[in-house]
């Protein structure tokens, strides 16, 4: 039954004219102590006393045309803003179509509330019938994210808040669900507004100060150190490129801590965790410090970057540093506080701005460049041109497509972290519109463009309409390769006949121009063109791109 259906029912949540302070007034105002000034989701029949108070907390409220785009778009809002996304949906197939969303902010460790209305007390589990029935939605959320509850009262709610942001502070982040029970959620009173008011989240934790001392005198010993950077580094980037400095030690980063320092910086070797080159370097330095990373194997494509020397890990989550490769010294503690406690141990060390001498990386430099071309290079020119007319600031929204991750991910430059919006662990068709969206509306004056292949496209093609709604200068730079490039050559590796990937296209100019937004066709030698004419359009812009099938 569609939302639409349940209006006419009997079931059809109560209206009032006054503006109640119940719990979703409680829930909402202590996310707006916090700084929470946008949500995502869709209003349906049992979720409307959250978005009643809204306006009054001038909370911006961002309609999807799908909770999947909702969840999306409030991760590419928290990449941008460094605040939570926040994700209203109505109960059960709205939380449900969310999750994919919230399954993607769990794999890449990022922050993410999840709201929904539950059952009336009393009621769970009960087979009646009833609108929007779920068996367990609790437990389908809790088994595929960091915690899913279903609270009893508003202050059981609002407690919930101020403990996900002290995690998030603290621990590894990793996304939550509130369930409020019908009954809960209307009822008034039950809270003071001293309990809304955002707390003191405390100090940053940091390393043992007798680790930290090994650590930098294993650092100060080495010759051809190497500095590794994940999600985990990011918040401390500006401390990460003075240790680099200091030590004279390039950094290469996952796909997470894509920017963790400038990637035009001598020092930098980019994104590029996957290539061979890049293993081979990692395996010649004489010390290796991993800052905030799983080292993935999603990110290594099947390589071994272990050094022939000593590993550092620094991580927020013990259990982290113990993943995929075992450290020779662990500096559990959050990298904002432990890097600064390693710049002073190291100068204590007499290690001093200078004192090293300068890493020449002409030849790793021209090794991954090859190396990366060879992977795709009609994807590489398209990334190149693309990227030659973009501002310097411009935020890129990615999918997991093959024009980002054999592409975007090389040759995109990225000045500063959470300026690629991806997500290369859980890889999930549908992410990069819907995250450009929520990076567009969190930082209007940064320009964003969407660049991802068509069938990722396809999978969220309804939020063209969102980005005409919120009247967003959004180009979309669609490259076609006829359906599912990787699946196709996954098949041709097996020696099997290409099935199901081959799939009828769109006629994507007329398609973007019903949405309202502005569509025009490119082809390698128009694409600069096209990019820049985008750039200047009001509202969204799709450019169409045909490239060949031998990707």
Same mark, same amino acid.
């Given at each position: 039954?569609?939302?639409?259906?349940?209006?006419?029912?009997?079931?059809?949540?109560?209206? $009032?004219?006054?503006?109640?302070?119940?719990?979703?007034?409680?829930?909402?105002?202590?996310?707006?102590?916090?700084?929470?000034?946008?949500?995502?989701?869709?209003?349906?029949?049992?979720?409307?006393?959250?978005?009643? $108070?809204?306006?009054?907390?001038?909370?911006?409220?961002?309609?999807?045309?799908?909770?999947?785009?909702?969840?999306?778009?409030?991760?590419?809002?928290?990449?941008?803003?460094?605040?939570?996304?926040?994700?209203?949906?109505?109960?059960?197939?709205? *939380?449900?179509?969310?999750?994919?969303?919230?399954?993607?902010?769990?794999?890449?460790?990022?922050?993410?509330?999840?709201?929904?209305?539950?059952?009336?007390?009393?009621?769970?589990?009960?087979?009646?019938?009833?609108?929007?029935?779920?068996?367990?939605?609790?437990?389908?959320?809790?088994?595929?994210?960091?915690?899913?509850?279903?609270?009893? =009262?508003?202050?059981?709610?609002?407690?919930?808040?101020?403990?996900?942001?002290?995690?998030?502070?603290?621990?590894?982040?990793?996304?939550?669900?509130?369930?409020?029970?019908?009954?809960?959620?209307?009822?008034?009173?039950?809270?003071?507004? /001293?309990?809304?008011?955002?707390?003191?989240?405390?100090?940053?934790?940091?390393?043992?100060?007798?680790?930290?001392?090994?650590?930098?005198?294993?650092?100060?010993?080495?010759?051809?150190?190497?500095?590794?950077?994940?999600?985990? =580094?990011?918040?401390?980037?500006?401390?990460?490129?003075?240790?680099?400095?200091?030590?004279?030690?390039?950094?290469?980063?996952?796909?997470?801590?894509?920017?963790?320092?400038?990637?035009?910086?001598?020092?930098?070797?980019?994104?590029?965790?996957?290539?061979?080159?890049?293993?081979?370097?990692?395996?010649?330095?004489?010390?290796?410090?991993?800052?905030? =990373?799983?080292?993935?194997?999603?990110?290594?494509?099947?390589?071994?970057?272990?050094?022939?020397?000593?590993?550092?890990?620094?991580?927020?989550?013990?259990?982290?540093?113990?993943?995929?490769?075992?450290?020779?010294?662990?500096?559990?503690?959050?990298?904002?506080?432990?890097?600064?406690?390693?710049?002073?141990?190291?100068?204590?060390?007499?290690?001093?701005?200078?004192?090293?001498?300068?890493?020449?990386?002409?030849?790793?430099?021209?090794?991954?460049?090859?190396?990366?071309?060879?992977?795709?290079?009609?994807?590489?020119?398209?990334?190149?041109?693309?990227? =030659?007319?973009?501002?310097?600031?411009?935020?890129?929204?990615?999918?997991?497509?093959?024009?980002?991750?054999?592409?975007?991910?090389?040759?995109?430059?990225?000045?500063?972290?959470?300026?690629?919006?991806?997500?290369?662990?859980?890889?999930?068709?549908?992410?990069?519109?819907?995250?450009?969206?929520?990076?567009?509306?969190?930082?209007?004056?940064?320009?964003?463009?969407?660049? *991802?292949? /068509?069938?990722?496209?396809?999978?969220?093609?309804?939020?063209?309409?969102?980005?005409?709604?919120?009247?967003?200068? *959004?180009?979309?730079?669609?490259?076609?390769?006829?359906?599912?490039?990787?699946?196709?050559?996954?098949?041709?590796?097996?020696?099997?006949?290409?099935?199901?990937?081959?799939?009828?296209?769109?006629?994507?100019?007329?398609?973007?121009?019903?949405?309202?937004?502005?569509?025009?066709?490119?082809?390698?030698?128009?694409?600069?063109?096209?990019?820049?004419?985008?750039?200047?359009?009001?509202?969204?812009?799709?450019?169409?791109?045909?490239?060949?099938?031998?990707?």
């Amino acid at each position: 039954m569609s939302d639409q259906t349940a209006e006419n029912t009997a079931e059809t949540a109560p209206v $009032h004219t006054e503006q109640r302070h119940n719990a979703g007034y409680a829930i909402l105002a202590t996310l707006r102590n916090y700084g929470i000034d946008t949500v995502f989701g869709i209003p349906g029949t049992h979720n409307l006393e959250f978005y009643r $108070h809204l306006d009054e907390l001038d909370i911006k409220p961002v309609t999807t045309r799908h909770e999947q785009g909702a969840s999306y778009g409030a991760d590419g809002w928290s990449l941008t803003k460094g605040l939570p996304g926040v994700v209203i949906t109505t109960s059960g197939p709205g *939380l449900l179509n969310s999750l994919s969303g919230a399954a993607t902010a769990y794999a890449e460790s990022r922050p993410m509330i999840l709201l929904s209305p539950g059952r009336p007390r009393g009621t769970e589990f009960r087979d009646i019938g009833s609108l929007h029935e779920t068996k367990n939605p609790t437990g389908a959320v809790d088994s595929i994210i960091g915690l899913s509850r279903r609270v009893s =009262s508003a202050s059981e709610a609002v407690e919930m808040i101020h403990n996900a942001f002290v995690s998030f502070k603290h621990d590894r982040p990793r996304p939550i669900h509130i369930e409020v029970p019908l009954d809960v959620l209307e009822e008034t009173g039950g809270f003071t507004e /001293d309990e809304l008011r955002a707390r003191p989240l405390g100090s940053f934790q940091p390393a043992q100060p007798h680790d930290v001392a090994r650590a930098a005198n294993m650092l100060a010993a080495s010759k051809k150190p190497v500095i590794v950077a994940g999600g985990g =580094s990011v918040a401390a980037h500006e401390a990460v490129l003075e240790l680099a400095e200091l030590l004279e030690a390039p950094v290469i980063t996952s796909t997470n801590g894509k920017g963790a320092i400038p990637e035009r910086h001598r020092l930098s070797l980019g994104a590029d965790l996957r290539l061979s080159t890049a293993h081979e370097f990692c395996r010649d330095a004489d010390a290796m410090l991993i800052i905030g =990373s799983k080292i993935g194997e999603a990110e290594l494509w099947g390589g071994d970057i272990r050094p022939d020397g000593p590993i550092i890990r620094v991580d927020i989550e013990r259990q982290q540093m113990l993943t995929n490769i075992t450290p020779d010294l662990e500096l559990p503690g959050n990298s904002v506080a432990v890097v600064p406690q390693l710049l002073s141990a190291l100068k204590a060390e007499g290690v001093e701005p200078g004192s090293r001498p300068a890493r020449d990386l002409t030849e790793v430099f021209e090794k991954l460049d090859e190396e990366g071309r060879s992977i795709a290079p009609e994807l590489a020119k398209i990334n190149e041109i693309i990227m =030659s007319v973009l501002p310097e600031d411009a935020i890129v929204g990615g999918d997991s497509s093959q024009v980002t991750y054999m592409g975007t991910t090389t040759f995109y430059r990225a000045p500063k972290p959470n300026s690629l919006l991806y997500m290369g662990t859980y890889a999930t068709l549908g992410y990069g519109l819907p995250a450009s969206i929520g990076a567009k509306i969190a930082a209007p004056d940064r320009p964003v463009i969407c660049l *991802l292949g /068509d069938g990722a496209l396809m999978f969220a093609i309804q939020e063209v309409m969102t980005a005409a709604e919120q009247e967003l200068d *959004l180009p979309i730079v669609c490259v076609d390769n006829g359906g599912y490039g990787e699946i196709r050559a996954n098949e041709e590796g097996r020696n099997i006949a290409p099935i199901a990937v081959d799939l009828k296209q769109p006629d994507w100019v007329t398609l973007a121009e019903g949405f309202g937004a502005t569509g025009f066709s490119a082809t390698m030698d128009t694409l600069a063109q096209k990019v820049q004419e985008a750039m200047k359009t009001k509202g969204p812009s799709l450019i169409h791109l045909t490239i060949g099938r031998d990707l």
